[in-house]
């Protein structure tokens, strides 16, 4: 497996691989509606509009998974769903901690993730609500100490 910076031309593969993770990862955590609305299109739209390249992970030129981490801060990590629990999301998390991230944000009730990142040392520091895409949300706010 190999880390880089995301070109342009990686985007799609990255928007693909967002907008499944959103439909496996948060079913009913979001509305089926607001869950729709993240689809490849809306992913294609983010990357080309984001001012920091994601590093991606890619074996045999297929890309498996990202973080796009901007500020300290990780604002995305998603692999491919068909790709867990083969070291991806560890290596990218251990990657972008490397880059300075101590900081990323998640909802609350996705368990899978909160498990992952407290398994990886990361401490839950805040619970909040919030606005997200026009639906009040519970999240967590984490740190890597």
Known sequence: MNLRAARPADFPALAAIAASAYRVGFEGLLP???LARFDFAHFA???A???VAPTLAEADDTVLGFHLTESCHIKMLFIDPER???????ALLANAEA???ATLESFRDN???RRFYERHGWRCVREYTRAFDGI???FVA???P
């Open 142 to 144: 984490y740190e890597k």
């Open 32 to 34: 089926p509606a607001v």
């Open 45 to 47: 739209l983010r990357f």
């Open 136 to 138: 009040e949300c519970a």
């Open 49 to 51: 509009l984001e001012t």
């Open 84 to 90: 867990r629990r083969q070291g991806i999301a560890a």
């Open 99 to 101: 880059n300075g991230a």
């Open 111 to 113: 368990a899978p993730a």
